[in-house]
């Protein structure tokens, strides 16, 4: 866990450097999303087997969607799903009070499945919930398969932006996105806070 936290310290300082914050074009973005990327990896590798990834079982009871779900850290609720072959999100070179707007397609043979929830940070510590790996929210279909979300969660519509950090007792809604195989059917989220409980997700049922 030590470990881990030198990590996240690591986000910090290279945020302080590169600089985060917005400009009238974001022009820092690509590198940003190259850091948010390699320290997801670095953590993904640094947590111990012995923390063991809790068992994910496609028959089990989990909740569904409009339930709260308690994760070590924080509470979330699934609004909606849905399954899309293309994604409005804001443009990415532009401010969003430019009010430029732009389509995203999956590549050949993908689909999107977007997954709109409002999550409530419980943990000791406050997050950015679209440009730092402080939630953990992966995809997960009935043979186990994980998958991530989509790069640049900050330009999903409704989403929060990055740096606008979430701190504890406070909730925000956040919509995460996948890029799934056509013909994607029963899915499920699990979700977990990076720091506290990176292994120990927390399953909802997106077919409930």
Not at 132 to 153: H, K, S, T, Y
Request: hydrophobic share 35%; net charge negative; proline share 3%.
């Amino acid at each position: 866990m030590r470990k881990i936290a030198a990590l996240l310290v690591g986000v910090v300082v290279v945020c302080g450097v590169s600089g985060c914050a917005n400009g009238t074009r974001q022009g820092t973005s690509s590198g940003q999303d190259q850091v948010g990327q390699q320290i997801a990896q670095q953590l993904q590798e640094s947590v111990s087997s012995a923390d063991g990834e809790l068992k994910f079982d496609a028959k089990a009871n989990y909740p569904g969607v409009g339930k709260e779900v308690s994760f070590d850290g924080g509470v979330v609720t699934v609004e909606k799903v849905e399954k899309a072959d293309k994604l409005e999100v804001y443009a990415a070179d532009y401010m969003r009070e430019a009010g430029v707007n732009e389509f995203i397609s999956p590549r050949q043979g993908g689909q999107f499945v977007i997954v709109k929830t409002r999550v409530k940070n419980m943990s000791s510590h406050s997050w950015d919930l679209t440009c730092m790996f402080d939630v953990r929210a992966v995809l997960i279909n009935e043979q186990g398969q994980q998958f991530d979300p989509i790069r640049d969660l900050r330009n999903v519509i409704g989403n929060p932006e990055c740096n606008d950090s979430l701190n504890p007792g406070f909730d925000s809604p956040m919509t995460w996105v996948y890029e799934v195989p056509a013909g994607f059917g029963h899915g499920f989220l699990g979700v977990s806070d990076v720091q506290q409980s990176y292994h120990q997700l927390k399953y909802i049922d997106l077919g409930k």
